[in-house]
């Protein structure tokens, strides 16, 4: 289930209205702020979320038991796998990175890594960068364009965790 991440208070409202517990009451979980430490023992609930998810600051999801959870997150948060969140009433979630459709790259050299990723780079391409691979989001241009440059592309479902940037800006 998707929200725009621009919801507001009213819309947020509106939705914990929908969603009723056994009482019959509104009933929805709000995430407000990520744990500098890992709390001891389980998480309440485990979000398995896609990089593009995990982008989000203000995200309507559900966790991996089907409750329904809100995060509400000060804006410019990314989460990563392995992050915790926790709400206002002190329950615990787990972030999971969700596995999803990406191009691994691999090369024979050093160098042709290293190149590859500079091209993709100059294209503002979200990478995670390995010691050995590359991977990017399903593309059919760039994954035409590394095959032509000789590398080696397989398309595989796993998490995906690009970089965030150095600076966070855009142009």
Partial sequence: MTVTPTLNKSK????????????????????????????????????????????????????????????????G?????????????GDIAQICAKPEPVLTV?????????QAAYHLGNRHVSLEITDSALKLSPDPVLQDLLKHRG??????????QPETGAYGHSH
């Fill in 151 to 160: 590398l080696h592309v397989v398309e595989e479902m796993v998490p995906f």
């Fill in 12 to 75: 947020l409202s509106n939705i914990l209205i929908k969603r009723r517990n056994r009482e019959g009451r509104a009933f929805v979980i709000v995430f407000t702020h990520r744990l500098a430490v890992v709390p001891h023992g389980k998480a309440h609930y485990r979000l398995s979320l896609t990089a593009e998810e995990r982008l989000r600051s203000r995200y309507l999801c559900r966790g991996e038991d089907g409750q329904s959870v809100y995060l509400n997150l000060p804006r």
């Fill in 106 to 114: 691999t090369a024979k050299t050093a160098l042709e890594l290293l």
């Fill in 77 to 89: 948060t990314t989460l990563k796998d392995g992050d915790w969140l926790q709400s206002d009433s």
